[in-house]
């Protein structure tokens, strides 16, 4: 049986078009949910500016800085980042699927503590 016998009047050209807009319709909606969804997160965690990254209190162990952050502060590039995770020593925190890093472990590895 083909398409033709199940759908009169429309080709299999024509409903291989209206498979692909449908498929495409659900491909762009889930796209904008994803994008809705990051940014959602991406407002709860707080963006730390680059001149404050250097300095450091208790209240500031805590907070999450991005991978970008971080290699800035370590002169380090993200595979290299990669690697230390992989390795145990500077642990990432995931979120969203994006990477973040305590300030604290971040510090201590930029003092050689860590």
């Not at 162990?61 to 971080?70: C, G, P, S």
């Not at 590039?77 to 990669?82: G, I, K, N, R, V």
């Not at 992989?86 to 003092?111: H, N, S």
Request: proline share 3%.
């Amino acid at each position: 049986m083909r398409n033709s016998d199940l759908y009169p009047g429309r080709g299999s050209d024509d409903m291989f078009e209206v498979l692909i807009d449908s498929v495409s319709e659900r491909v762009a909606e889930r796209i904008c949910e994803r994008l809705e969804e990051r940014l959602q997160q991406s407002q709860r965690i707080p963006q730390t500016s680059q001149s404050s990254l250097l300095s450091s209190s208790d209240r500031d162990e805590d907070l999450l800085i991005t991978k970008a952050e971080a290699c800035h502060l370590l002169d380090r590039c993200a595979s290299t980042l990669s690697k230390w995770a992989e390795r145990g020593i500077l642990i990432p925190i995931r979120r969203g699927g994006q990477l973040y890093y305590r300030k604290g472990d971040v510090m201590k590895m930029y003092k050689g503590e860590l």
